[in-house]
Each structure stands twice: as C-alpha cells, then as structure tokens.
C-alpha cells in the first residue's frame, strides 16, 4: 500500500514536469520560469528549495543530541539568509535582468572573477545535491522495507528528479514547490498531530527538552565557543547568498516587490515549519526511550522515519513519505537545475559564440544530466550525514564568492583587482587552514577565509591597480536600464546578447 502510494506520487511529479516542458522555449523560460512568477509561486518554492532533507532528517537528528545551539546554521542561519537576500540584494539583483550571479560578476567585474565565482557556485552545490540524493535512497530504502538498497535508491531518486528538470526547468520547478509544499505542511502537520497524541500533548515534550537542556541556545561564556557558535550560523547565513538557486528565485518573480516579499515570507514560513520535525523526532524519546536510544548510538537520522513507520497507521505513513519526498525532490530539482544553468551560461558559452537560443536550451540540459551523474557519483561514495554535507557546501561560496558579490553592491570602489584578491585570497586562507589545522582550529577555517576575503577586496581596491578597472557599480544598472529598455518582451534572445 505505503510503496504504491509513493510510485504514484513519483509519477505524477514527472507528469507535471512533462507538461511544463511543453511551455519551455527559450532559455529565459528554462532558466528563470520567464520571470512570470507571481507572489504564492515565488513564497513556495523559496520555502521548498530549502525544506530539504537537511531540515527534516538532519536538522531534527541534529537537535534530539545537541540542542537548539546544534542547529544554528541551519534553521536560523539559512532563514537568515532569505531574508538578508530579500531586503538588500532583491531589488538590485532583479534590475539587472541576466540568468545567473556569473553574469553579474562579469558586468561588475570581469570574465575571470566571473568564471572564479562560477566555479565556487557550482563546487558548493556538489555537498547539497548529494545529500538530497542520499535522503532519497533513505526513504526508498525504508519504505520498501529495505528490498531496495539506499545505493539503488538513490540511483531511481536522482533519474527521478533529472527527468522532470530537464525536461521543464525552472517553470516545472516552481510548479511542482507550490504543489509541494502544501503537501509538506499539511503531511507534517498531521503527524505532529498524531505523534502529540502519544506523548500527552506538545507542553510535556517541551518541557522534557527544557529539562534535558534541549532549548539552550547560546554557548557556554567561552570566547571560543562563541567564535565556533557565530561560524557556524554565518556559514550558512552569508555563504548561501551568493547561491544560484536564491538568485533564481529572485530571478523569476514578476516584479521587483514579488522577489522581495517571496524571499521574507518564504523564510518565515521555513524558520516555523522547521520545527515541526524536530518536535516529532524528539517525541520519539518520550514514546519508547529504550529502543530509540538504541537507533540514536546507530543512526540518528533513522529516528524519525523508524517512529513514524512503527507509531502511525499506514495512511499516516503514506502522508508522511509523501510530505517527505515532496520536500527532498523540490529541494534536489532546484539545486540541480541552479548550479548546471550557471555552468552552462557563465562557463560554457564563452567558447561558443555563435550558438542560438535553441542549442544553448540544449547545452542546459546536457549539463544536468552531466551534474547529476558527478552528484551521483558523489552521493553514492561519500560518509558524511546529510547535515553535514549541507553544512560544508556553503563553506565555498563564503570564502571567495560572498565578499566580491556584497562588496560589489555596495562599495562603489569595488575593483576587479579586489574581487579577484578576494576570491583566491579567501579560498586560498580557507583550504590552507582545513588541510593543515582541520578541526583542530579555533577559528573556523571558513571564517578565517572570509576574513582575509575581505582584507584581498579592500587592499586590492585601494592599492595601484594591475588589472583592468570594473566597471562602477551605476554604470552597470544605467546600461542594463538601457537595454532592458530595447529589449523587446518576445524577442526570446538572451539580453546581453543583443
């Protein structure tokens, strides 16, 4: 019963993406959903990106050992992050009118910051992708009561998600978040519900974790705890604003004030609903301690789906793995599709020129499926927990792409010498200290990274210039007013083209 549910949801998602592929023309309609989007549209899939398998199995095992202080990179780092994106970069990242934040680095900067930036994007989705991929052989693997393999489970998962975002991009994408997401909330919801039921109401679980210092949130009065604390919430918080797939959902909104408005209530709502798991996972140790204690030593991320399996009837269950794959297969589709646009467009396309619309669609879509396979790869050879993954992902793109796209906004005297100091400087700092001091390190190897990022960008602007000037920061929004002005609606051309 529980497997048939799960097939026919699999076959309806790629049923949607099929009929969204029949709308896709152009690359703008792949890559940004044609920037039609309207506010409900763009607040889901901001929610549905990053309701993944980080904020339902890790996350909530995160929180049953360690606490509130366990989980500050990711739910309030990455709410953090929307927001931040939504009030200071929406509205200036939407005027622009390009694809991709490699765009903007080309414009500001030039084309090697933008192929230095491109690389660190797409390096960071790597660790995402694969732990979205490696929650979806979980699942398989504990719905079909372990006649599936997690390896054979993340082999169906990833073709799954590669049919139906290949096929419909970005428009099959947000299609598919908005159906999504109510199916997460009202599955979620429901088993909180049920699973409260056993414990006698939310208050005893709350009060159990207040008494197992659960709640504590800030670290003990220890300069060094509080560096490891702040290290960990930044990551996360500034790391995943230069993130492609947060710019897409920028991107695609129709107007300016849907991308801001879509970012702040899609994070809100992710921030509450975050919760949600974590209170049935850590229900789990009020309903049977014994056995769950047992799994914890094992396994931590076992525990919510094993209490769902063992304590709800079977429509239960069937609500739960579907809420579950919604959000693991919104949250892959969109972080694969992200990073294969930003190769294709950023990377690919210098060497060819004359390519039309039409064959750059193609080249799209053949990175993604390339993507997927390296993910795959990745996924299937890899020992890191899903949190984890998630949480190393965003080390990147803090370390050499954060300081140059921020700077870049707004310090006008941002140069292309000092986006480039920035990002190898960053990244550089970042590696020097992970090879050599590891875990080991004080100071979080990445903010390290982030500080000598942003020393490279202001000793490098201010210092005699070597490499050619960028171009200041309302050249870029005067030209690009120009030419969204010229631009046609139906010309179906990739603006910076023209």
């Known amino acids: 019963m529980l497997i048939w549910f799960v097939v026919i949801y699999l076959v309806i998602s790629i049923g949607i993406g099929l009929l969204a592929a029949t709308r896709v023309h152009t690359t703008k309609d792949f890559a940004v959903a044609g920037r039609h989007l ?78 230095l930036a491109t690389i660190c994007i797409v390096l960071a989705y790597l660790g995402w992708v694969a732990a979205q991929i490696k929650a979806l052989g979980l699942i398989f693997n504990v719905v079909t009561d372990g006649a599936l ?139 049977n301690p014994e056995q769950y204690n047992a799994l914890m030593a094992q396994d931590t991320q076992l525990v919510l789906p094993t209490l769902v399996l063992e304590q709800t009837p079977v429509f239960a269950q069937a609500i739960f793995f579907g809420s579950v794959l919604a959000a693991i297969m919104s949250c892959s589709s969109a972080t694969l599709l992200a990073p294969s646009v930003a190769f294709a467009e950023n990377i690919v396309r210098a060497f060819f020129p004359g390519m039309g619309d039409r064959e750059f669609l193609r080249v799209m879509r053949v990175t993604i499926v390339c993507f997927t396979g390296g993910v795959l790869a990745f996924a299937l050879n890899s020992e890191s927990s899903i949190f984890h993954m998630v949480e190393n992902a965003y080390k990147v793109t803090l370390a050499g792409a954060f300081v140059p796209l921020f700077f870049g906004a707004f310090w006008a005297r941002a140069t292309t010498q ?54 200041p920061q309302g050249d870029i929004h005067a030209s690009l007013h120009h030419r969204a002005a010229a631009e046609t609606h139906h010309t179906g051309q990739h603006p910076h083209h023209h």
Request: charged residues 10%.
């Open 149 to 287: 393999s997690q390896e054979a489970g993340m082999i169906l998962g990833a073709l799954v998600v590669l049919t139906y975002t290949t096929l419909g991009g970005m428009l099959s994408v947000a299609i598919l978040d908005f159906v999504q997401m109510g199916v997460i909330i009202g599955g979620m919801l429901f088993i909180a519900w049920l699973i409260s039921g056993q414990t006698g109401g939310v208050m005893p679980v709350i009060e159990h974790a207040a008494a197992a210092g659960k709640l504590d949130f800030f670290p003990e009065p220890d300069p060094w705890q509080w560096i490891a604390f702040l290290g960990a919430g930044m990551t996360m918080m500034l790391g995943s604003i230069p993130q492609q797939d947060v710019f897409q959902r920028i991107t695609s909104a129709r107007t300016a004030t849907i991308a801001l408005w879509g970012s702040i209530i899609g994070a809100t709502i992710y921030f509450c609903f975050t919760f949600v798991p974590m209170f049935i996972a850590y229900s789990a140790t009020l309903i």
């Open 418 to 471: 000092g986006a480039l100091a920035a990002n190898i400087g960053g990244i550089a700092a970042w590696l020097l200290v992970e090879i050599l001091v590891g875990d080991d390190s004080l100071v979080p190897p990445q903010l390290i990274g982030l500080g000598v990022s942003i020393l490279g960008m202001i000793a490098g602007s201010l210092l005699p210039q070597w490499v050619g000037h960028s171009r």
């Open 38 to 115: 309207p506010l409900p549209v763009v607040t889901a899939t901001v929610f549905a990106t990053w309701f993944g398998a980080e904020a339902i199995f890790g996350v909530s095992s995160t929180f049953v050992t360690e606490g509130l202080r366990g989980v500050v990179a990711d739910p309030f780092g990455a709410s953090l992050c929307l927001i931040i994106g939504g009030i200071f970069f929406s509205r200036k990242l939407y005027k622009l009118n390009v694809l991709t934040l490699g765009d903007y680095f080309r414009l500001r900067y030039n084309r090697t910051v933008e192929v």
